[in-house]
């Protein structure tokens, strides 16, 4: 059946019924998706149907039409290829942001409790402070501190805990206030 044949609404019809089913295996193909490929063979049909008083056919009408379903086909695939790869640069763009934004966040809190934590260590009696800051801040082991000090281990180790037990109650105070 030629194009000028298939302006008869029952010959176009019935060039449907016979070529629909294979012309939606032939898009499955491409686009290993059943309901897509329908979809691709009913616009080749309408694109056909609407042209049909103005295209002239120079092959036969059924080469024409799997040309037609061959190139919605392609179209369709370089569509999803440039999709998924804007997607894919708009994710990388979102992580680098993201990436910056906790890093920054994560810099902001960890300057915040760094303030606090030497707020609260500055509040602390002097003897207290003084033996963390040698433990914490210089790393100095409670003998050295003994030492340093002239003060028996045993001091020291209370100092310590008592120290810390008097931070642990002003840092609660200030992350929770």
């Keep these: ?72 086909c392609m179209n ?32 902001l809190l960890q300057q915040e409790l760094g303030d606090s934590i030497q707020q609260s260590v500055n509040a602390l009696p002097d003897d207290y402070r003084e033996v963390i800051e040698l433990r914490r801040y210089e790393g100095l082991k409670n003998k050295a501190i003994a030492a340093q000090l002239n003060l028996p281990l045993r001091t020291i180790e209370t100092r310590i805990y008592r120290a810390l037990k008097q931070l642990r109650i002003e840092l609660t105070k200030r992350l929770e206030g």
């Design 76 to 107: 369709h695939i370089e569509q999803q290829k440039i999709r998924t790869q804007h997607h894919a640069a708009i994710y990388d763009e979102l992580k680098e942001l993201e990436c910056h934004f906790f890093n920054g966040e994560t810099s």
């Design 1 to 72: 059946m030629e194009g000028n044949r298939l302006s008869d609404t029952k010959n176009f019809e019935r060039f449907f019924m016979e070529y629909h089913d294979r012309l939606v295996l032939y898009a499955s193909k491409f686009v290993n998706n059943r309901e897509l490929a329908m979809d691709l063979v009913q616009e080749a049909f309408t694109k056909l149907w609407e042209s049909r008083q103005e295209v002239v056919i120079n092959i036969s009408v059924k080469a024409y039409i799997y040309k037609v379903v061959h190139n919605l």
